[in-house]
């Protein structure tokens, strides 16, 4: 994917204090995680939505700022800190990448097509695995990984090794694992309700009789 750009500023690492101020001014305070060093940032709230707010954790970002230390690094989403109560942002962590150094992300899986167990009315299908560990460079991280489900009949399994991942990007997750099964619809989910209907009607007849 590509990555997307996201300004930023440097600022000094004040403490607390100095963060509910950057907040009180409609500004979020984080750090980049880089090669064993730890920088203070800060970007606004409107560049946050805008850029990263709707992003999945495997979404790369380029670093724009005119602080030579952060401009141009390549980074992905490590942490984003949230009020408990309003659910405001307070704090993001980030952490860099390089460009020629393969990195391992998670990434969702997205089923695609018509499965015929579903089709027919006959069954449903159960995914258990919602993302995938891969490994690539950077700027080769998937979106999504799509798993293509229009062969399953009712019993059929797909498993990670069946996903289709694009060129130099490895499974890393068990290739045994289970990702989506094709399950028989349960038979006679009404039946206890029939039965509970039943036995007011004999329970009435046998008022009735009384």
Same mark, same amino acid.
């Given at each position: *994917?590509?990555?997307?750009q996201v300004p930023v500023q440097d600022r000094t690492a004040g403490g607390s204090s100095e963060a509910r101020q950057l907040r009180r001014q409609g500004v979020?305070?984080?750090?980049?995680?880089?090669?064993?060093?730890?920088?203070?940032?800060? *970007?606004? $709230?409107?560049?946050?939505?805008? /850029?990263?707010?709707?992003?999945? /954790?495997?979404?790369?970002?380029?670093?724009?700022?005119?602080?030579?230390?952060?401009?141009?690094?390549?980074?992905?989403?490590?942490?984003?800190?949230?009020?408990?109560?309003?659910?405001?942002?307070?704090?993001?962590?980030?952490?860099?990448? /390089? @460009?020629?150094?393969?990195?391992?992300?998670?990434?969702?899986?997205?089923?695609?097509?018509?499965?015929? @167990?579903?089709?027919?009315?006959?069954?449903?299908?159960?995914?258990? *695995?919602?993302?995938?560990?891969? $490994?690539?460079?950077?700027? @080769?991280?998937?979106?999504?990984?799509?798993?293509?489900?229009?062969?399953?009949?009712?019993?059929?399994?797909?498993?990670?090794?069946?996903?289709?991942?694009?060129?130099?990007?490895?499974?890393?997750?068990?290739?045994?694992?289970?990702?989506?099964?094709?399950?028989?619809?349960?038979?006679?989910?009404?039946?206890?309700?029939?039965?509970?209907? $039943? @036995?007011? $009607?004999?329970?009435?007849?046998?008022?009735?009789?009384?």
């Amino acid at each position: *994917m590509e990555p997307i750009q996201v300004p930023v500023q440097d600022r000094t690492a004040g403490g607390s204090s100095e963060a509910r101020q950057l907040r009180r001014q409609g500004v979020i305070p984080g750090i980049i995680y880089s090669d064993g060093q730890s920088l203070p940032f800060a *970007m606004t $709230e409107r560049d946050f939505k805008k /850029h990263v707010q709707n992003q999945s /954790h495997s979404q790369l970002f380029d670093l724009t700022s005119s602080s030579e230390s952060l401009n141009g690094k390549l980074a992905l989403v490590r942490d984003i800190q949230r009020e408990p109560l309003k659910g405001k942002i307070v704090h993001v962590d980030l952490f860099e990448v /390089h @460009a020629g150094n393969r990195i391992r992300v998670e990434i969702g899986i997205r089923l695609v097509g018509q499965a015929p @167990a579903v089709t027919s009315g006959d069954g449903i299908l159960s995914q258990t *695995m919602n993302e995938v560990e891969v $490994e690539c460079l950077p700027r @080769a991280i998937p979106s999504v990984i799509e798993l293509d489900v229009s062969g399953l009949q009712v019993g059929d399994v797909l498993h990670a090794s069946d996903l289709k991942l694009p060129d130099g990007v490895e499974l890393i997750s068990e290739p045994v694992r289970t990702v989506v099964t094709a399950v028989a619809k349960q038979v006679g989910a009404e039946e206890p309700a029939e039965a509970g209907v $039943e @036995a007011d $009607e004999a329970e009435e007849s046998a008022e009735e009789s009384a």
